[in-house]
């Protein structure tokens, strides 16, 4: 049994910093990557990248790369999602998710709210 929890969204000016937090709670030694994903008003659903919970390998999609940066905290049972630099582009709901040693996303939080003003 997992539940992840997203925290850390907001309000933030452009040009400002934001870091998202997904605690997993559950037993963890069946999780093979975590994910993070965002979905703006009125599009789809899209990957942003993910980290491998063993090791910390991260990979990030187009809409990631050069743009945010995924980390992990073993210990904590948490994966994080730093953004810099935001723009109003970046306005979204982001969520976690969680594969389990396949390549479907089982297990998603409810996601947080980024929103990035002008």
């Known amino acids: 049994q997992v539940q992840l929890v997203e925290s850390g969204g907001g309000l933030v000016q452009a040009g400002g910093s934001l870091r998202l937090s997904c605690i997993a709670s559950?037993?963890?030694?069946?999780?093979?990557?975590m994910g993070w994903f965002r979905q703006a008003p009125g599009k789809e659903r899209e990957f942003v990248g993910a980290?491998?919970?063993?090791?910390?390998?991260?990979f990030y999609a187009g809409i990631g790369k050069g743009r945010f940066t995924i980390s992990r905290d073993n210990a904590k049972n948490t994966m994080y999602l730093q953004m810099n630099s935001l723009k109003t582009e970046y306005t979204a709901v982001y969520s976690c998710?969680?594969?389990?040693?396949?390549?479907?996303?089982?297990?998603w939080g409810q996601g947080t709210q980024v929103t990035v003003s002008t």
């Open positions: 559950g037993p963890t030694f069946n999780y093979y990557r």
């Open positions: 998710a969680v594969s389990m040693g396949g390549s479907i996303w089982s297990v």
């Open positions: 980290i491998m919970w063993r090791d910390g390998t991260t």
